[in-house]
């Protein structure tokens, strides 16, 4: 679901932990299970949030609208469907993610 | 004990509408998660805490024998989010040593301090958290400069907007990074306090940021930085 407006195109960071966020590089696409404060450098980073689990009222979609990126939430599957590196388009009015 | 004290009774009818609004939501859908489940829930987080809760009976208490007054003891927390984080400990307390009573007690107190500084609405039922009255807000509004964003151009406009609001993200995180979960003990965001035209204030106060626990601290410019905000045409 759509969790915070806005589209932007990029490429996909996958980061299955906490521990894996200094991999994260500027204006990469954040792809996530789940967000908590110990993504928060891997967020101030990122150009969207794409997470699996999660709501409208959740860390990361609460986050995104702050940093106002686009956002799509509770995807379920984003981690396993998406590959580092791949170049996606995200619509987080429309919760939305289309293969570029 | 009966208990015939209406803050607490309070308390209890907003956390009971409130988790009834969340139950069918998975922890992970809401932030701060405030779920209540003595598996799943903050309790094994709280429920080691018997010497903190003990401490701060005894802290209240020793205050009260040398005669600072409640009012005051309100103000040593700073700010009453930072209070309501104390909430959360009400779900482990059967489990520290204090006597029901002493429970009891313990929590009306920190209810009675959250009410002191929200005076009219302490749960913020009328999704509102107002702290200063008429006279406050017209005399902080007389000593900050307000940048009037619709007199810009656009692109000008755009960019403020944005810095504004990544500014205000970015010390949400940094509480988050100090404070972790409870991360409100690091700021408290008030209002909106109606302002003549009907403009709305919106006041976010981040503070205590050069926190001693963490080195990087030091390295912070400022241990307070507060953000006003002032709307107009709201929409509900």
């Known amino acids: 679901m759509g969790a915070s407006p806005g589209v932007v195109e990029g490429v996909v960071q996958i980061i299955l932990q906490p521990e894996e966020v200094n991999r994260m590089e500027e204006g990469k696409i954040l792809v996530v299970p789940f967000t908590n404060p110990l993504f928060t450098s891997a967020l101030l980073k990122c150009s969207a949030l794409i997470t699996d689990e999660g709501g409208i009222m959740s860390h990361g979609a609460i986050i995104a609208r702050e940093l106002g990126i686009p956002a799509v939430v509770g995807t379920k599957k984003a981690t396993s469907s998406l590959k580092d590196g791949q170049r996606i388009l995200v619509d987080g009015e429309r919760g939305e993610i289309y293969e570029k | ?236």
């Open chain 2, 1 to 236: 004990m009966k208990n015939n004290n209406h803050l607490l009774n309070k308390f209890t009818e907003v956390m009971a509408n409130a988790l009834l609004g969340v139950s069918e939501e998975p922890g992970l859908y809401i932030w701060p998660m405030p779920y209540f489940h003595p598996a799943e829930g903050n309790f094994y987080l709280y429920a080691p805490k018997n010497s903190f809760l003990v401490q701060l009976r005894s802290l209240i208490d020793g205050l009260r024998n040398k005669g600072v007054n409640d009012k005051d003891i309100a103000l040593l927390f700073k700010k009453p989010s930072r209070i309501a984080t104390l909430t959360f400990l009400f779900e482990g307390m059967r489990y520290s040593e204090l006597t029901k009573e002493e429970r009891v007690k313990l929590a009306i107190d920190i209810l009675n301090y959250i009410a002191s500084f929200r005076k009219e609405d302490p749960f913020c039922e009328e999704m509102r958290n107002i702290l200063w009255d008429e006279s406050e807000v017209r005399d902080v509004l007389r000593k900050v400069n307000l940048i009037s964003i619709p007199q810009l151009p656009r692109d000008k406009s755009t960019k403020i907007r944005k810095l504004a609001s990544q500014i205000n993200a970015s010390l949400w995180l940094l509480c988050e990074y100090l404070y972790f979960n409870h991360h409100s003990i690091g700021h408290e965001f008030h209002g909106p306090y109606r302002l003549d035209n009907g403009l709305l204030l919106i006041v976010r106060e981040y503070y205590d940021l050069k926190n001693e626990l963490w080195s990087f601290s030091d390295k912070l410019p400022a241990n307070q930085i507060t953000s006003f905000e002032v709307y107009e045409k709201i929409q509900k």
